[in-house]
């Protein structure tokens, strides 16, 4: 079937599985073709370009279900996944809570959310590749201590998603992303620091400036040059926009519903309780224009919107799919996230602690002694308990100002106790990725150095 | 859908087939990929089978198949290289692939003869009798149902089990530019199991597992998943009453198996020759010189039968071997791909790895571990004062450049006065690689490799690898806790 349209395919599909006796399916297809491209030392590295599509189909025999999914379109293969995909709904346990959400709920229309931008098909390897020599030369040439360099790197794809289910809803839609880093490797008395730095956007337009992306990843290797430990200690730490991001990314594991059924969430219990300060406010946004977690609809057909996570310090909201909402005695809250190899999950879309007011400078300013964290290495995150303890590096504040960069430490806390500790939000919000934070101050945490 | 791949599979035949291809086709495509300034070309055909059930709350909730398939061709020239995936498979689509892999290379040059001819592997590591993926499916989900009961059975504080099996064939095809055809049938057996434990408003958790290129009944041999599933139990009871993690600059004990991750993150990254070529790792330009304490022989080694990191040839066709790494302290060698190989003038390994055929190739780790030493484990924990010993990690991660690695225990006890003592939580180590490795004063004779559960990172790429080690002593570390 592969002259055929998305969508014919799907309702293909669903007509198969339920001739084999499937009580409910939905189906997901997507397609996308990309493109990366990298420069090295001014040279033009690699060129790669593929297309993909895949698809996968989930049955319902009563209250169990399975998936399957193949790459393979022919007639033959799709008709014998659809008898396979009954099959082994057949034999998986029944759960009262499974099946596909109330026709009720289901979106009734697509918005266009922008999330698409045609020039991305038209561009060629060699503009991008130009776009990859300037930031990685930008780089190169913002101080003699840039020595080396893992290059420029441009990727971009379109991609285009169909969802159709038995319960009516069937949409479509296309979507684009890119991306311009650069990696340069600065030396300082016989030993290398390598840092980087990024933009991504739904279109090329909205990408920052080959030139500034490569004279901020340069400014960030050099910062680092001559790092050392310092004493173990309990001191304020403040984490840059990307990091604090990372925090909120523990937060969006820990409100997901399938974390909260299965009692694998420190947030757990927690709802209406006065968990951060009144400057506090994480916000889960589907529906933004043009951002990067935004989609018109979720992994199951419901509208995408607006649902306040943390408001003034208040969990007020967890986020579920129809599932773990089903199981918790709730309603799904847009959040479910489809692949077409595994059934429906939770995932936030854009998830972003809001703008305080405090500019970051002020908030370095406020601290006599402490940590600037621009760096976080490892796992040491437990989702069950909250407790904390990872690899960092940064800087050191000394009354209020940035002395010498850090390296070779861990940071250490519990994440509740993180979260009531937050002193202060920067007024830097930028929506540079689906998580998003602006600069952040905890109180205290302990330092682990030397 | 239906499997048409497990059995005795030959992967030549079954894509010609599949794709309705020949080997005059190979050849023209390959040929006209190297048309211009090119070194080498290479086409990779790859069809994916797969299987997973996973069981919560006391029932297999989920069962799902998936079969992948499709092709990349590369064409390198010097330092650079071309790639074009697709997974529509056809005699066009390839020519079209070949064209934008080459367009890399300079212009110039006319179509090279290429005839290919088929050469075997040249190991035979896992070849099975009963492919798991023809077990029956009942079979599948009674294991995931006894492993339930075995956990919930061992202590009535086990709130929830979660298990999961993951099932997997691959058919691997390589033809290059110098004519070499070589297939590989790789299958691979993933049985992983998280424990929560809950007692007085406490809840922690407990992960264990184990796999390889195996069959199904390897998993209940010798009891083994009842093992797996007393090591999460345990994990998680034992976390329950943990202490927090003391803080600061320690001497370190690490417990054999599993904590070899440190070699993975410490020196095998820094080790791959892609790194090195560039001059970005911390090891760059230290061939035949001291990164290690004497006492450290370390080596990869991809020739194991039926291990989760071992592999017939790599990716490139290259057959696997065992490269020594570090040799009692002295840096010996890189972990090699063609590309990397040939400009430093060495040898590949049979390290060349990608995740799938939609991925390039690059350097990457097999099954990693340091050679036993001469000290019983038990006079290593002894010969420490105060320290940490730690027995189990979670995930680490690697800086190549500064060369700063750091890990997170997920089982970890004090050592007072020579013993083993408190279990702690939350202890996460940091170190410098060649730093780390000079400070290495103790190596037991306890050498083990990893249950097979190991998967690694790199640039977006995950790929099955194995860790090991012996327990070692590492005279001063930062352990990052809370207790400062």
């Known amino acids: 079937m592969s002259g055929q349209s998305l969508e014919e395919i799907a309702s293909f599909l669903l007509d198969a599985a339920r001739r084999h006796g499937a009580t409910e399916a939905d189906v997901v297809v997507v397609e996308g073709d990309s493109l990366s491209v990298g420069v090295r030392l001014g040279e033009v590295e690699k060129v790669q370009r593929s297309n993909a599509r895949h698809l996968g189909l989930r049955a319902f025999a009563g209250k169990s279900s399975a998936i399957t999914s193949s790459a393979d379109f022919s007639r033959d293969s799709l008709a014998r996944l659809a008898e396979e995909s009954v099959a082994l709904a057949r034999i998986t346990a029944a759960d009262e809570f499974s099946g596909l959400p109330d026709p009720s709920e289901v979106a009734t229309a697509v918005p266009d959310l922008d999330l698409y931008d045609p020039s991305i098909r038209e561009l060629t390897a060699e503009i991008a590749t130009e776009w990859c020599r300037e930031a990685e030369a930008a780089a190169l040439q913002s101080d003699p201590r840039i020595t080396n360099s893992e290059g420029g790197e441009f990727a971009a794809g379109t991609h285009r998603v169909a969802y159709a289910a038995s319960n009516g809803f069937a949409g479509t839609y296309q979507s684009s992303s890119c991306s311009l880093s650069a990696v340069p490797v600065a030396t300082q008395n016989g030993s290398m620091e390598r840092d980087y730095w990024y933009s991504a956007r739904r279109r090329l337009s909205d990408l920052d400036s080959p030139a500034s992306i490569g004279a901020r990843a340069a400014e960030r290797a050099l910062r680092r040059l001559g790092s050392r430990q310092v004493p173990t200690a309990t001191v304020p730490v403040v984490f840059d926009p990307d990091m604090a991001a990372s925090l909120v990314g523990h937060i969006a594991g820990a409100v997901s519903g399938g974390a909260l059924y299965r009692g694998m969430s420190f947030l757990q219990g927690k709802l209406g309780q006065t968990l951060a300060p009144e400057i506090v406010s994480i916000v889960d946004a589907g529906d933004l224009p043009r951002a990067l977690g935004s989609k018109p609809f979720d992994g199951e057909g419901l509208p995408t919107r607006r649902t306040p996570v943390i408001a003034r310090g208040v969990l007020q909201n967890y986020l579920f799919d129809t599932y773990s909402a089903r199981k918790l005695g709730s309603r799904s809250t847009g959040n479910a996230a489809r692949s077409v190899a595994d059934s429906p999950g939770v995932s936030p879309t854009n998830l972003y602690l809001e703008a305080g007011s405090t500019s970051p400078n002020d908030i370095i300013r406020s601290i006599s002694s402490g940590l600037f964290v621009t760096e976080l290495m490892g796992f040491g995150v437990n989702p069950v308990t909250g407790d904390y303890s990872r690899g960092a590096s940064g800087h050191w504040i000394e009354n209020g100002e940035i002395t010498f960069p850090v390296s070779e430490i861990t940071i250490a806390g519990n994440l509740l106790e993180m979260l009531r500790d937050i002193q202060a939000v920067g007024s830097d919000l930028d929506m540079r990725r689906s998580i998003c934070a602006p600069t952040v101050l905890i109180a205290k945490m302990t330092v682990a150095g030397s | ?484």
């Open chain 2, 1 to 484: 859908m239906s499997n048409p791949t497990t059995g005795s599979v030959e992967p030549r035949r079954f894509f010609l087939d599949r794709f309705s291809i020949d080997d005059h086709a190979l050849e023209e495509t390959i040929g006209q990929a190297i048309a211009r300034r090119a070194d080498f070309a290479d086409l990779y055909f790859e069809f994916r089978s797969s299987e997973s059930f996973s069981l919560e709350e006391g029932i297999v909730k989920k069962a799902n198949k998936n079969i992948s398939q499709g092709a990349g061709m590369r064409v390198v020239a010097g330092d650079k290289f071309g790639c074009a995936h697709t997974d529509d498979v056809t005699i066009d689509t390839l020519r079209i692939a070949g064209e934008t892999a080459r367009a890399i290379a300079e212009a110039g040059g006319s179509p090279s003869a290429v005839s290919v001819h088929v050469t075997a592997p040249r190991h035979d590591l896992y070849s099975l009798g009963d492919h798991p993926l023809d077990v029956a499916l009942a079979d599948k989900i009674d294991l995931l149902n006894k492993i339930d009961i075995a956990a919930r059975r061992h202590d009535s504080r086990i709130t929830n089990v979660m298990a999961s099996l993951g099932i997997e064939q691959k058919i691997v095809l390589i033809v290059n530019s110098s004519g070499v055809v070589v297939g590989d049938v790789q299958p691979l057996v993933r049985l992983s199991v998280t424990c929560i434990a809950e007692e007085n408003g406490v809840r922690q958790q407990g992960t264990s597992g184990g796999g390889g290129r195996v069959e199904f009944s390897f998993l209940t041999e010798d009891d083994r998943c009842l093992s797996w599933v007393r090591t999460a139990a345990d994990q998680a009871l034992r976390n329950l009453g943990a202490i927090d993690a003391p803080a600061g600059n320690m001497t370190v004990v690490l417990g054999p198996g599993w904590p070899g991750v440190l070699l993975h993150e410490a020196v095998g990254h820094g080790l791959e020759g892609d790194f090195n070529r560039k001059q970005t790792s911390a090891f760059s330009g230290k061939l035949g010189q001291r990164v290690a304490s004497e006492l450290c022989t370390v080596v990869d080694d991809g020739t194991i039968p039926n291990r989760r990191g071992s592999l017939n040839c790599d990716d490139e066709g290259t057959p696997t071997g065992r490269t020594v790494l570090i040799e009692k302290g002295i840096l010996r060698g890189y972990l090699q791909d063609k590309m990397n190989a040939r400009l430093m003038g060495m040898e590949p390994t049979g390290n060349g790895r990608r995740e799938s055929f939609g991925h390039a190739p690059m350097p990457r780790m097999t099954n990693t571990f340091m050679l036993s030493g001469e000290s019983q484990p038990e006079d290593v924990v002894r010969s420490v004062a105060n320290g940490l010993y730690a027995a189990n990690f979670g995930g680490g991660q690697v800086d190549i450049t500064s060369g700063k690695f750091v890990f997170s225990a997920t089982e970890a006890y004090l050592i007072e006065d020579g013993r083993i003592t408190r279990p702690v939580k939350g202890a996460t180590l940091i170190g410098n690689g060649p730093d780390s490795l000079s400070r290495i004063s103790m190596v037991g004779n306890d050498l083990a490799l990893d249950e097979g559960i190991g998967t690694c990172g790199k640039d977006g790429q995950s790929v099955p690898v194995g860790v090991g080690l012996p327990t070692i002593r590492i005279d001063g570390m930062t352990v990052g806790g809370t207790q400062a």
